[in-house]
């Protein structure tokens, strides 16, 4: 089975909490184990998404960051 990328979701320029809480919106929205792909640039959204998920039951399959960009793969809870 491969892994496919269901929604890519931009929220550079948001600050804590706002990325949280519109990936949340949207993993809402979507099927269970649907992948999503979030990029911000809040310094504070890669220690949050880490601890979202392990609050959740998402699991954060990657984490990068290139030129002041994060990037985050998860996979929603099914």
Do not use: H
């Not at 919106?25 to 959204?45: F, R």
């Not at 998404?49 to 960051?65: D, P, Q, R, V, Y």
Request: charged residues 25%; proline residues 6%.
């Amino acid at each position: 089975m491969s892994t496919q990328t269901i929604k890519s979701l931009d929220f550079k320029g948001l600050s804590c909490p706002m990325p949280i809480v519109n990936t949340a919106k949207v993993l809402k929205q979507l099927d269970p184990a649907a992948v999503v792909e979030i990029l911000a640039t809040d310094p504070g959204s890669v220690p949050d998404f880490k601890a979202w998920c392990k609050a959740t039951g998402n699991e954060l399959m990657e984490s990068s960051e290139e030129s002041g960009v994060y990037r985050f793969v998860i996979r929603k809870k099914g």
